[in-house]
């Protein structure tokens, strides 16, 4: 079966950092282009971050650019999204997704990642 | 960034009724549309990609049309299950935005 669990999520302060972990089980997250989406407490959905399968080309939204990291692990299997300067409006659930053919057809459940002093 | 506009915010509908969602973007997207449902507290589930290919799956009550600029996602004969939220996101350039959503409420 394949599946996405994401971890890593939690309480941090104004200013800190937190590392989100996406493992990935019946697909090689190698042979795929990999999203992170997020969604704050009761709006929609905001996509965050793109890498390619290898690494070599990697995006995010002008709202989190310089301030996030998406990289791969191949050996774990897993995505993973460095947070740094982390600010009130980044509190929200963040999801993991597969992008297969243009479209994000694997997610995981998400994490949640909570903002505040 | 393409902007993308749903309407309605939001609907109310019964059992058995055909709903259809409108989607508008701010330039032109060719074809590249995808429509997820969201059930609270769960992921986003993929339904109809490429505005009008319907995912393996997925029940033949909803279908998707549109290109260019105006997409349509309809439910047929809505079903228990159906009442989610739904959204539209292109997929034609990054970043690949998403509407507002649309929520169907019994």
């Known amino acids: 079966e394949v599946q996405l669990v994401e971890s890593g999520g939690g309480l941090v302060q104004p200013g800190g950092s937190l590392r989100l972990y996406c493992a990935a089980s019946?697909?090689?997250?190698?042979?795929?282009?990999m999203n992170w989406v997020r969604q704050a407490p009761g709006k929609g959905l905001e996509w965050v971050s793109y890498?390619?399968?290898?690494?070599?080309?990697?995006l995010y939204a002008d709202s989190v650019r310089g301030r996030f990291t998406i990289s791969k692990d191949t050996a774990e299997n897993s995505l993973y999204l460095q947070m740094n300067s982390l600010r009130a409006d980044d509190t929200a659930v963040y999801f993991c997704?597969?992008?297969?053919?243009?479209?994000?057809?694997?997610w995981g459940k998400g994490t949640t990642v909570t903002v505040s002093s | 960034d393409i902007q993308m506009t749903q309407s309605p915010s939001s609907v109310s509908a019964s059992v058995g009724d055909r709903v259809t969602i409108t989607c508008r973007a701010s330039?032109?997207?060719?074809?590249?549309l995808a429509w997820y449902q969201q059930k609270p507290g769960k992921a986003p589930n993929l339904l109809i990609y490429?505005?009008?290919s319907l995912r393996s799956g997925v029940p033949l009550r909803f279908s998707g049309s549109g290109s260019g600029t105006d997409f349509s996602l309809t439910i047929s004969s809505l079903q228990p299950e159906d009442f989610a939220t739904y959204y539209c996101?292109?997929?034609?350039?990054?970043?690949?935005?998403f509407g507002q959503g649309t929520k169907l409420e019994i």
């Open positions: 997704a597969r992008r297969f053919s243009r479209y994000m057809d694997v």
């Open positions: 019946g697909l090689s997250v190698s042979d795929y282009e």
């Open positions: 890498s390619n399968r290898d690494g070599g080309i990697i």
């Open positions: 330039q032109d997207i060719n074809s590249w």
């Open positions: 490429d505005a009008s």
């Open positions: 996101q292109q997929t034609n350039s990054f970043p690949h935005t």
